[in-house]
């Protein structure tokens, strides 16, 4: 592979590129490395790159003459060099970088890194001499050639030969997409009170192999759970995470649909009536983000009476069937309903069901909620955190309710609001089963 860099300042890259891994791959010519400077393409005696930029604002623009000259030497081929030059401009307005690009990046024979500096560089230049711009994440450096550095070591990794052993990078964060490394070991097997597992110990091989896998999901939902949200858990790995809070924490979320307290559209504190649709469609979706389960919530006896006869049909069918076995039947999701007379009687019965500890309840509404006494909102983003940071063993719940939403004393029962479901400005009243399906997928969907 050849990488030429395309940089103002080639001595940032001497001792990084002479050491360690990369300057044995130097070495061996697994990896060839060139610098091409811009200056050396200015025509005036002061070696001009930069310039005001058009329409005034701080700092200064790479010109576009001296930068497009010095890709175009770096892009031409060496000697019976194959394949066009790649070439990438490292940029915080860039394509996140990641270890799926990087493979294919170290498929190609021969990569030009362009770095930028000052205020960055004349667009003009990415329009005519750039195929592709990446960035290292959202931040900002002094210039291109730190990121430059850290792609030339992903990327040489993966080139064959580098590594003495190629298995080290099928195993590595990200190396798969979805998840992060498992954590490892080493002697002594003990160290300052902190023992290794013993499944590390006992040598059993495939147990290892599972406890690995188990504990790169465990990590990964913790640290990166957008990362297993790019895609669905199948075969193994879903196997693995089933029922395991710490990979999959829908799986200590129940449902609460509550019919009461909640407001009419006067603002009066009411009981809504149950809906055959709301139990069925809730039901639904909260089986297919695997949640705990969903209660449904009403004072009022035929009602709750409604809801059994509701439940106990779908199973009959079911039974009668003989399909229970096929998942897409609408008796598995209806099986994990249940009813109860009050939101505080639920509370207690989660609390009870997991050693005491309270449930942590976070409320939903169509509309913001402020003042005194009302919880903290949280956005979909800091709540998955919450949730990922929720003592083990302690049950969640999620509050829904019906009707015009949930009075204010159901509200006060809860830790956390979540933010509201919202579109159109001046529009804002989804059922409350189409608010349900998107705050379901908003936490818990693999956004694929």
């Given at each position: 592979?050849?990488?030429?860099?395309?940089?103002?300042?080639?001595e940032?890259?001497?001792?990084?590129?002479?050491?360690?891994?990369?300057g044995?791959?130097r070495?061996?010519?697994?990896?060839?490395?060139?610098f091409?400077?811009?200056?050396?393409?200015?025509?005036?005696?002061?070696?001009?790159?930069?310039?005001?930029?058009?329409g005034?604002?701080?700092?200064?623009?790479?010109?576009?003459?001296p930068?497009?000259?010095?890709?175009?030497?770096?892009?031409?081929?060496?000697?019976?060099?194959?394949?066009?030059?790649?070439?990438?401009?490292?940029s915080?307005?860039?394509?996140?970088?990641?270890?799926?690009?990087?493979?294919?990046?170290?498929?190609?024979?021969?990569?030009?890194?362009?770095?930028?500096?000052?205020?960055?560089?004349?667009?003009?230049?990415?329009?005519?001499?750039?195929?592709?711009?990446?960035?290292?994440?959202?931040?900002?450096?002094?210039?291109?050639?730190?990121?430059?550095?850290?792609?030339?070591?992903?990327?040489?990794?993966?080139?064959?030969?580098?590594?003495?052993?190629?298995?080290?990078?099928?195993?590595?964060?990200?190396?798969?997409?979805?998840?992060l490394?498992?954590?490892?070991?080493?002697r002594?097997?003990?160290?300052?009170?902190?023992?290794?597992?013993?499944?590390?110990l006992?040598?059993?091989?495939?147990?290892?192999?599972t406890?690995r896998?188990?504990?790169?999901?465990?990590?990964?939902?913790?640290?990166?759970?957008?990362?297993?949200?790019?895609?669905?858990?199948?075969?193994?790995?879903?196997?693995?995470?089933?029922g395991?809070?710490?990979?999959?924490?829908?799986?200590?979320?129940t449902?609460?649909?509550?019919?009461?307290?909640?407001?009419?559209?006067?603002?009066?504190?009411v009981?809504?009536?149950?809906?055959?649709?709301?139990?069925?469609?809730?039901?639904?979706?909260?089986?297919?983000?695997?949640?705990?389960?969903?209660?449904?919530?009403?004072?009022?006896?035929?009602?709750?009476e409604?809801?059994?006869?509701i439940?106990?049909?779908?199973?009959?069918?079911?039974?009668?069937?003989?399909?229970?076995?096929?998942?897409?039947?609408?008796?598995h999701?209806?099986?994990?309903?249940?009813?109860?007379?009050?939101?505080?009687?639920?509370?207690?019965?989660?609390?009870?069901?997991?050693?005491?500890?309270?449930?942590?309840v976070?409320?939903?509404?169509?509309?913001?909620?402020?003042?005194?006494?009302?919880?903290?909102?949280?956005?979909y983003?800091?709540?998955?955190?919450?949730?990922?940071?929720?003592?083990?063993?302690?049950?969640?719940?999620?509050?829904l309710?019906?009707?015009?939403?949930?009075a204010d004393?159901?509200?006060?029962?809860?830790?956390?609001?979540?933010?509201?479901?919202?579109?159109?400005?001046?529009?804002?009243?989804?059922?409350?089963?189409?608010?349900?399906?998107?705050?379901?997928?908003?936490?818990?969907?693999?956004?694929?």
């Amino acid at each position: 592979m050849r990488v030429s860099i395309v940089t103002l300042f080639p001595e940032l890259f001497e001792s990084p590129l002479a050491t360690s891994l990369l300057g044995k791959a130097r070495t061996a010519g697994l990896v060839e490395v060139d610098f091409v400077n811009p200056r050396d393409f200015t025509t005036d005696r002061h070696r001009t790159v930069d310039d005001a930029p058009y329409g005034g604002g701080p700092g200064m623009v790479m010109k576009p003459e001296p930068l497009v000259a010095a890709i175009e030497r770096a892009s031409a081929p060496a000697g019976d060099e194959g394949g066009a030059a790649h070439r990438i401009l490292l940029s915080p307005a860039g394509a996140p970088l990641d270890q799926r690009r990087v493979r294919e990046l170290a498929a190609l024979p021969h990569l030009v890194l362009v770095c930028g500096r000052y205020e960055g560089i004349d667009d003009r230049v990415a329009r005519l001499a750039i195929d592709e711009e990446l960035s290292l994440g959202d931040f900002v450096l002094s210039g291109g050639e730190i990121a430059a550095l850290a792609l030339i070591d992903a990327v040489a990794r993966l080139v064959p030969g580098v590594l003495g052993d190629c298995a080290s990078t099928e195993e590595e964060s990200f190396s798969d997409g979805v998840t992060l490394e498992y954590p490892q070991y080493t002697r002594p097997p003990e160290f300052r009170g902190l023992a290794v597992p013993d499944t590390l110990l006992a040598g059993h091989h495939e147990r290892v192999r599972t406890w690995r896998r188990r504990e790169a999901l465990r990590r990964t939902a913790a640290r990166r759970p957008d990362l297993l949200r790019r895609g669905a858990l199948v075969g193994a790995d879903l196997a693995l995470a089933a029922g395991d809070p710490a990979i999959l924490p829908a799986s200590r979320v129940t449902l609460l649909l509550a019919h009461y307290p909640v407001l009419d559209r006067t603002g009066a504190e009411v009981t809504s009536s149950v809906t055959n649709l709301d139990i069925h469609d809730i039901a639904r979706s909260a089986a297919t983000y695997g949640l705990a389960g969903t209660i449904a919530i009403t004072p009022v006896a035929l009602q709750r009476e409604k809801i059994a006869h509701i439940i106990e049909t779908w199973l009959e069918e079911m039974a009668a069937l003989a399909v229970g076995s096929a998942p897409g039947h609408r008796g598995h999701a209806l099986s994990a309903v249940d009813v109860r007379s009050s939101i505080e009687e639920v509370l207690a019965e989660l609390a009870a069901g997991h050693g005491g500890a309270p449930p942590l309840v976070i409320a939903t509404s169509a509309r913001l909620h402020t003042g005194v006494g009302v919880p903290p909102t949280l956005g979909y983003e800091q709540l998955r955190r919450v949730l990922a940071e929720v003592t083990p063993g302690r049950p969640i719940a999620l509050l829904l309710g019906t009707g015009h939403g949930l009075a204010d004393r159901a509200i006060s029962l809860a830790d956390y609001m979540l933010a509201p479901v919202s579109g159109h400005p001046t529009f804002n009243h989804l059922s409350v089963r189409s608010a349900a399906a998107v705050i379901l997928d908003r936490l818990f969907g693999t956004g694929a």
